[in-house]
T-cell receptor, first 111, second 113 residues
Framework: DTAVSQTPKYLVTQMGNDKSIKCEQN?????MYWYKQDSKKFLKIMFS???????INETVPNRFSPKSPDKAHLNLHINSLELGDSAVYFC??????????FGQGTRLTVV | DQQVKQNSPSLSVQEGRISILNCDYT??????FLWYKKYPAEGPTFLIS?????DKNEDGRFTVFLNKSAKHLSLHIVPSQPGDSAVYFC????????????FGTGTRLTIIP
């Protein structure tokens, strides 16, 4: 039973394309996140949703749009992909009384 | 501006000895600190945490120490085991439960059999 699952695990795509990464959690958590780990291994928060409401939106290009259809899902859509978007994207979830649980990551490579 | 710093990118320790991983932070608003462990091609997994009202928290072989005045925390693993070989991330947040986690860059720990 995977607590936080992301798909796909690997994604290779050309510049200019639009792609989505999906995330689902079966922990009953209220809050979900997207983090980005770049080539320098910095792991930084991008977005946070609580009960489908956006609560954290760091300085991220408008090409990145998160969507939360329900509190168990938080998808990340990226338009007009650029080389600099290549990174590992981690989804995570938490609740008031628990630490954040992370998914396995999606390695995005833009060529 | 790196608010959480792990100045040692790597550390090698003999099996059975103590591993000590260090972390420094600059933001005085941080009051909750966590350590995550990460294996290759996997997501970070929570290891241990400490609130700013404490200076020590212990869980089995893992102990985290917090020195608020120095804005420093450390993770002690004793005895170190080969399965402990991983990247360890220090993280901090301004309050537990509303966690915008700010991560350090990680320390790669290698346990030598």
């Amino acid at each position: 039973d995977t607590a936080v699952s992301q798909t796909p695990k690997y994604l290779v795509t050309q510049m200019g394309n639009d792609k989505s990464i999906k995330c689902e959690q079966n922990l009953g958590h209220d809050t979900m996140y997207w983090y980005k780990q770049d080539s320098k291994k910095f792991l930084k928060i991008m977005f946070s949703y609580n009960n489908k409401e956006l609560i954290i939106n760091e300085t991220v290009p408008n090409r990145f749009s998160p969507k939360s259809p329900d509190k168990a899902h938080l998808n990340l859509h990226i338009n007009s992909l650029e080389l600099g978007d290549s990174a590992v994207y981690f989804c995570a979830s938490s609740s008031v009384n628990t630490e954040a649980f992370f998914g396995q990551g999606t390695r995005l490579t833009v060529v | 501006d790196q608010q959480v710093k792990q100045n040692s990118p790597s550390l090698s320790v003999q099996e059975g000895r103590i591993s000590i991983l260090n972390c420094d932070y600059t933001n005085s608003m941080f009051d909750y600190f966590l350590w995550y462990k990460k294996y290759p091609a996997e997501g970070p997994t929570f290891l241990i945490s400490i609130s700013s009202i404490k200076d020590k928290n212990e869980d089995g072989r893992f102990t985290v120490f917090l020195n608020k005045s120095a804005k420093h925390l450390s993770l002690h693993i004793v005895p170190s085991q080969p399965g402990d070989s991983a990247v360890y991330f220090c993280a901090a947040s301004a309050n537990f439960g509303n966690e915008k986690l700010t991560f350090g860059t990680g320390t790669r720990l290698t346990i030598i059999p």
